[in-house]
């Protein structure tokens, strides 16, 4: 089925050009270096679009030669990739595309792929151009479809980084086709203790910091938070107290028996992601899954999906025929 495309301001029907989105003819959102833009840089996820397009490759299997973008997209999707030929997939705040990689190389999906921040330019670098991507640079609020197009939606890592959680999950369910499949994961609560971490200790001022001195920061720590962290680890009381040191969790979310570098890269990485943000809500997975009913989704199903040396809360659902 063909996309149908609307302008989300006004609600009128745009189609694709070459150069851009156009209303009765006129160019309403040009395309630029590869993505159709329907806003600008200068929103709250500014930081994403620096961290992304400085760590381009970081994440992206194909670049990393690691695999960790497929196994966490298999083992939370679960979906089948012949099932997926031909299907139209919308998968939204995509980052510098580890994702949008995944379904471009490993299924036959045609791919709508959504970023707030500049961001997609990292993306267009990783995966364009390609015959079955297209990308915008849109708010999950604001996006370019009309209702109830898509037979997938996807939005891994996004939620949490949202001002309004239960209205993003709402645009999200807008967005599927009765019978098709919202995933998502998040940030969870994970009892009293989610909050008692260096992250909410330290954000309310390092989101606050400029882009490039929060980055000068990180690198200038980075080795010694690595090392200390990883002898906590080793001692057994890296839960305890590894909360406290301000980096990423490395026993928790990080392959082990990386060369050192490409650990200090996604070190750097995943701990500017951790303190850059404007916004960071965990949310329970029993909240997510109400939210998911509310909004018309059915066959609910909430929990924690193991995969690699890592824990995700995901949420998925069908939309009500
Ligand atoms: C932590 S990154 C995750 C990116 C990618 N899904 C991944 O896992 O690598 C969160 C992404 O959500 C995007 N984002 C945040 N708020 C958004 C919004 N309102 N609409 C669309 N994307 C948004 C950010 O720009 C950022 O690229």
């Known amino acids: 089925m063909e996309i149908q495309f609307i302008n989300p301001f006004t609600k009128n029907l745009l189609s694709l050009a070459t150069d851009g989105l156009l209303e009765n003819c006129a160019l309403i959102f040009p395309k630029k270096n590869g993505a159709y833009r329907i806003v600008n840089d200068d929103n709250y996820t500014e930081n994403f679009g620096y961290q992304w397009n400085k760590f381009a490759g970081t994440q992206v299997d194909k670049a990393s030669k690691l695999q960790i973008s497929k196994t966490r997209f298999f083992a ?4 089948d990739k012949e099932d997926l030929a031909g299907k139209n997939i919308l998968e939204v705040g995509s980052g510098a595309g580890r994702f949008t990689q995944i379904l471009l190389d490993h299924t036959n999906a045609n791919v709508y792929s959504v970023d707030y921040s500049n961001a997609v330019e990292a993306n267009f670098q990783n995966n364009g151009p390609h015959e079955r991507l297209n990308l915008f640079q849109a708010s999950i609020y604001e996006m370019p479809f009309a209702k ?8 891994l890592g ?47 001022f390092t989101k606050r910091m400029s882009h490039e001195n929060l980055y000068q920061l990180i690198e200038k720590n980075i080795d010694w938070m690595i090392s200390t962290s990883i002898f906590f680890s080793k001692t057994g009381l890296g839960p305890l107290l590894n909360r406290f040191i301000p980096v990423c969790d490395i026993e928790g979310t990080l392959p082990t028996n990386l060369p050192y570098d490409q650990l200090r890269e996604l070190c750097v990485l995943d701990t500017f992601d951790m303190f850059s943000p404007e916004y960071d809500n965990p949310q329970k997975i029993s909240t997510v899954k109400r939210w998911f009913e509310k909004y018309g989704m059915t066959n609910v199903w909430g929990g924690k999906i193991p995969y690699d040396n890592c824990v995700a809360s995901v949420v998925k659902g069908i939309k009500k025929q």
């Open 158 to 204: 996004v939620l949490q980084h949202t001002p309004d959680f239960e209205q993003s999950v709402k645009a999200l369910t807008d967005m599927v086709k009765p019978g098709g499949e919202l995933v998502v994961d998040f940030y969870g609560i994970n009892g009293a203790w989610t909050k008692v971490h260096a992250k909410y200790m330290y954000r309310p």
């Open 76 to 79: 939370e999707t679960n979906w």
């Open 148 to 155: 109830a197009q898509f037979d997938k939606v996807l939005c």
